[in-house]
């Protein structure tokens, strides 16, 4: 359990957030938020409990919430859409969940576990998903009905006509030159300084995944160099 | 009141008419009276002009400012991209290139569902474009990176805004590598999650000009400034906007199948409409103008039969985190609040979306429901995809139907297009695509892009 100094701390960061004043507004209790939200009915979770809880800045029920409840929001976006005050309680869901990571917080780690295989995929390759992670073991409650035609991924993807769509271990076909421009960005916004206070040893993976491609890189632009001087 | 009551007469002394109590009085105004009277009632109120003061403002009048002041540069929307312009919720106007288009692609499409942005393409290449020249589909791009951001929380403002605006540079200069103008390919975002996402991020950027100054630091390292300022586009478009624009030119002059007796509902997606809510595209020829046009218009203009259902407004219940590691949401949502209630009031044959993950939710968590005897299914897929059937476009080939876990085959036999002949065809193709004869919609050169 947190200290009240620890608990301060934190809503101190969510509300120093920039978009703090631009999603939260004043709050009437009105419920629409709650009303319309798809995870109030299926989770503990109420946008009118989050957006009264910051508005009231009631700092230890505000960490209280981060531990589970923040972590149910489905961030569809209907809430912000119907509240006659303009706030976006989905919003101020995501800052508090960035605020949860930057804190090492343990629900954060507990919800981020099954999300590695992505996260590897996105920060390595620029892309979220691709299609072999898409088979139909990983799926067995998508039904028999998964693939229409039989055939091994690579045949098949290679039968769609777009050529920057014939892989497998991507979305589309990524550029190196776009993959290392990407891991630039990670590292000058200190996304992988939040990765490795989740999971450090996802953290060690992408690291040498990401020397290894520019490495790689490197070389390609030295070929390049070497060809135009020839 | 019990069934054999007599309903009260509306006429009887002292009674009123029923509903409107003891105090009721006729009028005793003649028809034509009676009717001007109640003009109001007829009268068609457009509530897409109505005055917000200074309740909302226009991001995209600061954009133009901060261009005058040499803070970033616009890449505008020129007559060469042959714009059409449409109105936004609020009555504002929004212009939609149709042509010289840089294809942004999106993850869960381009890994999930290929037929959807192959049906796009396809669609420009019947409409005589050229690719190169009047699109262009490249490597060059990365996904928004914002499924991740909401579904996970890792990532903030300042890596979503880098991603936004280096994507949107190489969009600006990717023309150069094809010997065109800066400017010439205009970006058309594939994603209702990256839409809505650039869409937010363009907003705070435009606002805020701490993040402005420390974004710029990272696109000047990449190389990504032009003349040292930032690259902001003037209108975030997303596909189905250009298939909404489009709508009649596909109806008159490809469509080659009536689907007039196709029972169609469309589920628009969140992030569509919901973020960033005053820039989706509202159309009083739609549904009265009440839901977001794109999707349910080219249906309608297809000659379909547009059904809608009390649970349009609810997301599909993809949530992000929740479709990859709380399934049992995702499903049990999509199920009892679409899918069963399109198939309960509806009776569609099909629902189409507009959007990545709500296609993947609602065409994959079907099956599963019958472990709680919900025995009941629907097709699913994009407008995009429909209307390439619609107009003669191979269903496995070109649409992808493969890939699709909902029982497409019965929206396809409806339409008169027979599905064993089809896959037959396609089976036949494969064993081309093995021997390495591969058709193409485009030459393969020009995808090579950075």
Redesign the interface.
């Known amino acids: 359990m947190a200290t009240y100094a620890e608990m301060q701390e934190i809503f101190d960061d969510i509300r120093s957030d920039?978009?703090y004043d631009?999603e939260l507004n004043g709050c009437l209790n009105c419920g629409i938020c709650t009303a319309?939200c798809?995870?109030a009915?299926?989770?503990d979770y109420s946008p009118r409990e989050i957006v009264q809880l910051l508005w009231t800045e009631n700092v230890d029920q505000i960490y209280d919430a981060m531990q589970e409840k923040i972590?149910a929001c489905?961030?569809?976006?209907?809430c912000?859409?119907r509240c006659p005050f303009k706030n976006s309680p989905g919003g101020l869901v995501?800052i508090m969940?960035?605020v949860?990571?930057k804190h090492g917080m343990d629900s954060?780690r507990d919800?981020?576990r099954?999300?590695g295989r992505?996260?590897l995929k996105?920060i390595t390759t620029?892309?979220?998903?691709?299609?072999d992670?898409?088979q139909p073991d990983h799926?067995p409650?998508?039904?028999?009905?998964?693939?229409?035609?039989e055939?091994d991924l690579k045949?098949?993807?290679?039968?769609?006509?777009?050529?920057?769509?014939?892989t497998t271990a991507?979305?589309?076909?990524?550029?190196?030159?776009?993959?290392v421009?990407?891991y630039?960005?990670?590292e000058?916004?200190?996304?992988l300084d939040?990765?490795e206070l989740?999971d450090e040893n996802l953290f060690d993976v992408i690291e040498d995944f990401i020397d290894e491609k520019r490495e790689e890189y490197e070389d390609w632009l030295e070929e390049q160099e070497e060809d135009d001087d020839d | 009141m019990s069934k054999n009551q007599t309903p009260p007469n509306p006429g009887a002394e002292g009674q009123g008419i029923a509903g409107h109590g003891a105090f009721f009085q006729q009028t005793n105004l003649s028809p034509e009276e009676a009717e001007k009277a109640t003009d109001w009632v007829r009268k068609h109120v457009d509530k897409r002009s109505m005055d917000l003061g200074e309740r909302m403002d226009d991001i995209r009048d600061h954009m133009w400012e901060l261009e005058k002041e040499g803070e970033i540069i616009v890449h505008r929307i020129t007559d060469e991209h042959k714009p059409e312009t449409v109105q936004t919720l609020f009555g504002w106007d929004k212009k939609i290139p149709t042509t010289r288009l840089w294809h942004h692609k999106s993850c869960g499409q381009c890994g999930n569902i290929p037929g959807y942005p192959t049906s796009l393409l396809w669609f420009m290449n019947e409409f005589g474009y050229q690719p190169g020249v009047d699109y262009l589909d490249e490597t060059d791009q990365t996904s928004c990176t914002a499924w991740n951001y909401h579904g996970s929380g890792i990532g903030n403002v300042e890596s979503l805004a880098a991603v936004f605006l280096r994507n949107f540079h190489q969009a600006y200069v990717s023309g150069k590598q094809h010997g065109h103008e800066l400017g010439h390919f205009y970006p058309l975002v594939h994603c209702g999650t990256s839409f809505g996402n650039y869409k937010e991020i363009r907003k705070y950027l435009i606002e805020s000009a701490d993040l402005r100054e420390k974004v710029k630091k990272i696109l000047g390292k990449l190389g990504r400034l032009v003349d040292g300022k930032l690259v902001i586009p003037e209108e975030i478009v997303h596909y189905s906007e250009w298939v909404h624009v489009m709508r009649h030119r596909i109806a008159n002059e490809l469509q080659k199948i009536d689907i007039s007796n196709l029972r169609v509902t469309v589920h628009a997606a969140c992030h569509y409409y919901k973020m960033v809510h005053e820039d989706a595209i509202y159309d009083p020829t739609v549904l009265g103008g009440n839901r977001a046009a794109p999707g349910t218009s080219i249906a309608q203009a297809l000659g379909a039969q547009v059904i809608d259902y009390s649970t349009w407004y609810d997301c599909c219940g993809f949530g992000f985190r929740h479709i990859i590691s709380e399934r049992e949401f995702t499903r049990s949502f999509t199920m009892d609040r679409k899918i069963r209630v399109a198939r309960e009031e509806a009776n569609a044959d099909v629902m189409l979306g507009i959007d990545t993950g709500c296609i993947t939710t609602m065409d994959k968590n079907q099956w599963i429901g019958q472990a709680h005897g919900q025995n009941y299914s629907m097709p699913i897929m994009a407008d995009v995809q429909l209307a390439a059937l619609a107009c003669g476009a191979d269903p496995f080939k070109i649409v992808q139907l493969q890939w699709h876990a909902s029982p497409c085959e019965e929206v396809v036999e409806k339409m008169g297009i027979s599905w064993s002949d089809a896959k037959a065809k396609f089976e036949q193709y494969l064993k081309e695509v093995e021997q390495g004869n591969i058709e193409y919609l485009y030459d393969p050169k020009l995808a090579v892009g950075g």
């Open positions: 920039f978009r631009h319309t798809p995870s009915q299926f989770y972590w489905a961030q569809c976006m209907t912000a859409a995501a969940r960035e949860a990571i954060a919800v981020l099954p999300f992505v996260m996105l620029g892309n979220q998903l691709s299609p992670m898409i799926f409650d998508w039904g028999p009905n998964i693939q229409k035609v055939g045949t098949l993807r290679k039968a769609i006509p777009v050529k920057t769509l014939q991507t979305a589309w076909e990524v550029s190196l030159k776009t993959s421009e990407m630039t960005i990670w000058m916004t200190g996304v939040a990765l989740m």
